[in-house]
């Protein structure tokens, strides 16, 4: 691996994760538009973890007030549209988090072989990218967006943890499933984003997991090339935060009309590419 594939790969990764556009597929779409080699599991786990450690500490207060609260029943207060919002129990929180991430466990777990061949294809992730598309343009027409994060119910959340589900394939956003999702439970753009990164920690944690397991089993594991692997886990979490931090306040005043328009966009072109024989 390159300095300069280690380099794109992590800035791809870093910011691609948490805007509803899909890492995984852009990182298989770079990989194909470069021809570079795969990057190996240990570059992979690194880059995760480096965007996990993002949405950590830019959710820092939420999460220091949530690990609190479950051991002294307190309560969380989220900052939803710029404003302080109802406070909620630390423990529904908690228990929010768990039932609507357990979807994605069960589906990554039955997909992973898969997930790991063929589903890895160009054409595949124009397709995801086409459904990401298509799940965000019904989250904008059907979704009432009534509901903050506070009020939010295990039927609105778990809604979302369904909807994030279909972010194991490639292409499909976890990001913009998740919050597609949210909306379509009646949450708020706002809520419906905190939801999602609230989600990504159990997302990316076990996905990381995962991916450092098969680097341990790995026979070649002394012989990777650390330097380059610690740059990319710094270069997406400095990309990472800064991702979260621009989404925030863009999904304050804004639609998600400009991602729709993108992944679109994109899944054609690489259609049209590969039917070109590209």
Same mark, same amino acid.
């Given at each position: 691996?390159?300095?300069?594939?280690?380099?794109? &790969?992590?800035?791809?990764?870093?910011?691609?994760?948490?805007?509803?556009?899909?890492?995984?597929?852009?990182?298989?779409?770079?990989?194909?538009?470069?021809?570079?080699?795969?990057? =190996?599991?240990?570059?992979?786990?690194?880059?995760?973890?480096?965007?996990?450690?993002?949405?950590?500490?830019?959710?820092?207060?939420?999460?220091?007030?949530?690990? #609190? =609260?479950?051991?002294?029943?307190?309560?969380?207060?989220?900052?939803?549209?710029?404003?302080?919002?109802?406070?909620?129990?630390?423990?529904?929180? &908690? =228990?929010?988090?768990?039932?609507?991430?357990?979807?994605?466990?069960?589906?990554? &777990?039955?997909?992973?072989?898969?997930?790991?061949?063929?589903?890895?294809?160009?054409?595949?992730?124009?397709?995801?990218?086409?459904?990401?598309?298509?799940?965000?343009?019904?989250?904008?027409? $059907? =979704? !009432?967006?009534?509901?903050?994060?506070?009020? !939010?119910?295990?039927?609105?959340?778990?809604?979302?943890?369904?909807?994030?589900?279909?972010?194991?394939?490639?292409?499909?956003?976890?990001?913009?499933?998740?919050?597609?999702?949210?909306?379509?439970?009646?949450?708020? #753009?706002? !809520?419906?984003?905190?939801?999602?990164?609230?989600?990504? $920690?159990?997302?990316?944690?076990?996905?990381?997991?995962?991916?450092?397991?098969?680097?341990?089993?790995?026979?070649?594991?002394?012989?990777?090339?650390?330097?380059?692997?610690?740059?990319?886990?710094?270069?997406?979490?400095?990309?990472?935060?800064?991702?979260?931090?621009?989404?925030?306040?863009?999904? #304050?005043?804004?639609?998600?009309?400009?991602?729709?328009?993108?992944?679109?966009?994109?899944?054609?072109?690489?259609?049209?590419?590969?039917?070109?024989?590209?």
């Amino acid at each position: 691996m390159s300095v300069e594939q280690a380099i794109v &790969l992590a800035i791809v990764q870093g910011i691609t994760e948490f805007l509803p556009i899909s890492s995984s597929g852009h990182l298989v779409l770079s990989s194909w538009i470069f021809n570079w080699p795969d990057q =190996g599991l240990v570059f992979d786990a690194a880059v995760h973890l480096g965007t996990l450690l993002a949405v950590l500490i830019y959710f820092r207060r939420t999460w220091i007030t949530l690990a #609190r =609260g479950c051991f002294d029943g307190g309560a969380v207060f989220l900052m939803e549209d710029g404003e302080t919002s109802p406070q909620i129990p630390a423990r529904k929180l &908690l =228990g929010l988090v768990v039932v609507a991430s357990i979807p994605i466990a069960i589906v990554g &777990l039955l997909l992973r072989d898969e997930l790991q061949s063929s589903l890895r294809k160009p054409e595949a992730v124009a397709i995801s990218l086409l459904v990401t598309a298509a799940l965000l343009t019904l989250a904008e027409v $059907v =979704g !009432a967006r009534s509901k903050r994060l506070a009020t !939010a119910s295990a039927r609105d959340t778990t809604i979302a943890g369904i909807f994030q589900a279909a972010a194991v394939l490639p292409g499909i956003s976890r990001a913009g499933s998740t919050m597609a999702g949210g909306m379509l439970g009646n949450l708020t #753009r706002d !809520a419906a984003a905190r939801l999602s990164f609230l989600l990504a $920690v159990p997302a990316i944690g076990g996905s990381a997991l995962f991916l450092i397991i098969d680097v341990i089993s790995d026979e070649g594991f002394a012989d990777r090339q650390w330097g380059l692997i610690l740059l990319g886990a710094v270069i997406s979490f400095v990309t990472g935060y800064l991702a979260i931090a621009w989404l925030m306040k863009v999904l #304050r005043t804004r639609s998600f009309r400009p991602f729709i328009v993108y992944v679109a966009l994109l899944g054609v072109a690489v259609l049209i590419a590969r039917a070109a024989g590209a």
